[in-house]
């Protein structure tokens, strides 16, 4: 069963202090792979759409990349107001239009 | 460009009675998306409109649910003889025929079935 896998299910970092968060998946019939932020009690926000192995995204202290078998969400400085779930989400060739989500990283950021 | 929107954003009900959301996709978006989050858990797809089609079900939408997107403009999705195991985040997304796989989601309507 395709299955999309997130670690570590929780973060905590000092202000500054880079990181990345992973997301793992099914390799076969991968037809995109989604990165969404999401604030406690609101429905997940859009970040990045990667769809190839060694494309990469930025927007701002975050940037997405992927490989053949995973992608990962850098942080690079944080600041308090990027603490939220981060949720990475998949879609394969016969699932249709539908995103396959997985469980979410919470990361906390403290000043 | 105003955002989906979602109504009631709360919805608390008594197990048995039946209980109506209702989704406004972006104005130009054609595609539709509903899903159901749980605490601690991503979403999870329930099913899918291009225009007013409904072209996909997850097997998750039981036949208490349904869902119906008439004039292929809003959505409402319906859950009859609710369960407590309904109870969770009700989530809509849209989607445009430009990007279609990039779903924009709304503020979720969290349902309490008691």
């Known amino acids: 069963e395709d299955q999309v896998t997130q670690s570590p299910e929780a973060l905590r970092l000092q202000e500054g202090e880079s990181s990345s968060l992973n997301c793992s998946y099914t390799?076969?019939?991968?037809?995109?792979l989604f990165w969404y932020r999401q604030d406690p009690g609101k429905g997940p926000e859009f970040l990045f759409t990667?769809?190839?192995a060694g494309e990469e995204k930025e927007k701002e202290r975050l940037k997405a990349t992927l490989t053949k078998k995973e992608s990962f969400l850098h942080i690079t400085a944080p600041k308090p107001e990027d603490s939220a779930t981060y949720l990475c989400?998949?879609?394969?060739?016969?699932?249709?239009?539908?995103?396959?989500f997985g469980k979410g990283t919470s990361l906390l950021v403290t000043p | 460009d105003t955002g989906v929107s979602q109504n009631p954003r709360h919805k608390i009900t008594k197990r048995g009675q039946n209980v109506t959301f209702r989704c406004d996709p972006i104005?130009?978006?054609?595609?539709l998306y509903w899903y159901r989050q749980t605490l601690g858990q991503g979403p999870e797809f329930l099913t899918y409109?291009?225009?007013?089609?409904?072209?996909?079900k997850s097997r998750l939408l039981s036949d208490r649910f349904s869902a119906e997107r008439p004039k292929g403009s809003f959505s409402t999705l319906e859950i009859q003889r609710t369960e407590q195991g309904d109870s969770a985040m009700y989530l809509c997304?849209?989607?445009?025929?430009?990007?279609?796989?990039?779903?924009?989601f709304g503020p979720g309507t969290r349902l309490t079935v008691t």
């Open positions: 997304a849209s989607s445009n025929r430009d990007r279609a796989y990039e779903q924009y």
């Open positions: 390799v076969s019939g991968l037809r995109g």
């Open positions: 990667l769809y190839s």
């Open positions: 989400a998949v879609r394969y060739s016969n699932s249709g239009y539908a995103l396959n």
């Open positions: 104005s130009e978006h054609n595609r």
């Open positions: 409109f291009q225009n007013e089609a409904q072209l996909e």
